[in-house]
């Protein structure tokens, strides 16, 4: 809890006071500012730093479809030679609540979707049973795109290369809540709340860590 806590504080540094909905995850009866019914949110950005590190096609793609059309068949780092397919991400491209794993499993790198091994199969069922929605409801994505050998954790290089991709996959979604998944879960998805400024725009962004 105290980490989500952190995490969420810190995304409100890195992007301003933000006279926003609160989120139903922060509370519906919360105090947060509201924005009239029908008012025109803000256009999603990137923080400026972090805008200057990625491709232009990244940086100025409008929509997921656009998104994916810039990674392309990716060789930006070394696990492009050892992959089926890319994993790009699954679901509502204007989801509320967005899983973040760490990279595909031998399963997804088949299928090319995140999530269907067995621990796509107890997602499913927290979705589902737990949560009462459809898992086209959400959207689900790796910080990965590509299988690391054996299933190992993703190095430095990797997630450098990954990580602009996500960010603006987060940044075009929007999402109230980000969900993160993994064992390396709180190291980076703060870092990527932050990064993806344009998660203000739904209002208060919660960042959990299961």
């Known amino acids: 809890m105290r980490?989500?806590?952190?995490?969420?504080?810190?995304?409100?540094?890195?992007c301003g006071r933000v006279g926003t909905r609160t989120t139903a995850a922060a509370g519906q009866g919360g105090g947060g500012a509201?924005?009239?019914?029908?008012?025109?949110r803000p256009t999603p950005?990137?923080?400026?730093?972090?805008?200057?590190?990625?491709?232009?096609a990244v940086r100025t793609a409008n929509d997921l479809p656009q998104l994916r059309?810039?990674?392309?068949?990716?060789?930006?780092?070394?696990?492009?030679?050892?992959?089926?397919n890319l994993v790009f991400g699954v679901g509502n491209p204007a989801a509320?609540?967005?899983?973040?794993?760490?990279?595909?499993?031998?399963?997804?790198?088949?299928?090319?979707?995140?999530f269907i091994g067995r621990a796509g199969q107890l997602l499913t069922e927290i979705i589902t049973k737990g949560m009462k929605l459809r898992r086209?409801?959400?959207?689900?994505?790796?910080?990965?795109?590509?299988?690391?050998?054996q299933n190992r954790n993703p190095e430095a290089d990797e997630i450098a290369s990954c990580e602009p991709f996500l960010v603006?996959?987060?940044?075009?979604?929007?999402?109230?809540?980000?969900?993160?998944?993994g064992p390396s879960r709180r190291r980076h998805c703060s870092r990527l709340v932050r990064r993806s400024r344009g998660c203000a725009a739904r209002g208060r962004t919660t960042t959990a860590f299961r």
């Open 3 to 14: 980490s989500g806590r952190v995490a969420a504080a810190a995304h409100r540094r890195a």
């Open 34 to 40: 509201r924005i009239p019914e029908g008012a025109e």
């Open 45 to 56: 950005v990137v923080s400026e730093a972090f805008d200057l590190l990625m491709e232009p």
């Open 69 to 84: 059309a810039a990674i392309g068949d990716c060789t930006r780092c070394k696990l492009a030679s050892g992959r089926t």
């Open 96 to 114: 509320e609540l967005v899983f973040v794993g760490e990279a595909p499993g031998r399963d997804e790198d088949l299928r090319g979707e995140p």
């Open 136 to 149: 086209e409801d959400v959207y689900i994505a790796n910080i990965i795109k590509c299988r690391p050998p």
């Open 168 to 181: 603006r996959q987060l940044a075009l979604i929007r999402p109230k809540v980000i969900v993160a998944l």
